[in-house]
């Protein structure tokens, strides 16, 4: 199980979030059986995901990033809810491309950078706040930091890693946001900027034993901070057979008479977590 914190500098101008969302990735990884540069990818998204869920307020909100940059990946989605509890999948799920010219997992090349992030929350209004922005690197750490300094007017830090064994299997995963609260002084800024200039990567910090509350205060060294809350997060998928009827049912009479005069059974796969739902002719008959 993965785990978030939260902490807050004395005097209340800047706050920082971390996560350890090891479990959560490797889980996602086998559902999905995802290739290694695509569990880099959708286990990026999945933690920046996870973390600005567990910054939204009420109790049944969530949010929902989808990343369409034209890459051989598709689209990659990740679904959290106000707990850090979050699921994902890409529509692409094996991808086998070079590594980059570092030598290292090519996130940008499975991504693609001609496309958008999409950012949606649902924080109980009549309609959803949507926005969107233009990837700017494919690497979604820059491009989460681009929406928020677009959308939002927030400035932000984000920091995202993956590391991905040789079996496929992942080694570590997380990552931590960084934000400035309005009126932050410049001193402040200054230390933060100084204290990002020789931080390690994210999956170093994790695969050197460090704690997301390590991190954190790595993060904002020099400051004094005060930790808020920190919270256990999974994989969750909250997909049911209720809710695959009311799908079914959303098709409309015409599409379930079909189902219903068919010989055949209806599977319904749920995108999250494999699970198929089987609908006999009887079962649409009751439906209709």
Do not use: W
Request: hydrophobic share 40%; charged share 25%.
């Amino acid at each position: 199980m993965g785990k978030i914190v939260r902490y807050i500098t004395d005097d209340g101008s800047a706050f920082v979030i971390a996560a350890d969302t090891t479990d959560v990735v490797a889980r996602a990884e086998q559902i999905h059986k995802t290739s290694a540069v695509n569990t880099a990818a959708l286990g990026r998204l999945m933690t920046a995901a996870s973390m600005m869920g567990d910054m939204l307020k009420g109790k049944d909100d969530s949010i929902t990033l989808r990343l369409n940059g034209g890459g051989p990946a598709g689209s990659v989605i990740a679904v959290s809810d106000s707990d850090g509890n979050v699921r994902g999948y890409v529509q692409n799920p094996v991808v086998e491309i070079p590594l980059n010219e570092a030598g290292k997992l090519d996130v940008k090349g499975t991504v693609g950078t001609n496309g958008y992030l999409f950012v949606m929350k649902d924080i109980g209004l009549n309609e959803p706040y949507v926005g969107q922005t233009q990837i700017v690197s494919g690497e979604i750490a820059e491009d989460i930091t681009n929406y928020y300094a677009t959308s939002e007017q927030t400035p932000t830090v984000c920091a995202l890693g993956v590391l991905v064994n040789p079996d496929l299997t992942v080694a570590a995963a997380g990552g931590f946001m960084i934000q400035l609260l309005p009126g932050c002084p410049e001193e402040v800024i200054d230390k933060i900027e100084y204290a990002m200039q020789d931080i390690e990567p994210v999956t170093t910090m994790l695969s050197n034993g460090m704690s997301p509350d390590d991190i954190a205060k790595r993060a904002l060294k020099n400051i004094s901070i005060d930790k808020l809350d920190e919270s256990k997060i999974e994989y969750r998928c909250n997909c049911s057979k209720e809710r695959v009827e009311a799908a079914l049912i959303s098709t409309g009479r015409e599409s379930l008479e079909e189902m219903a005069a068919s010989d055949e059974d209806t599977c319904v796969e749920c995108h999250f977590c494999d699970r198929v739902y089987k609908f006999t002719p009887d079962d649409i008959k009751k439906l209709l």
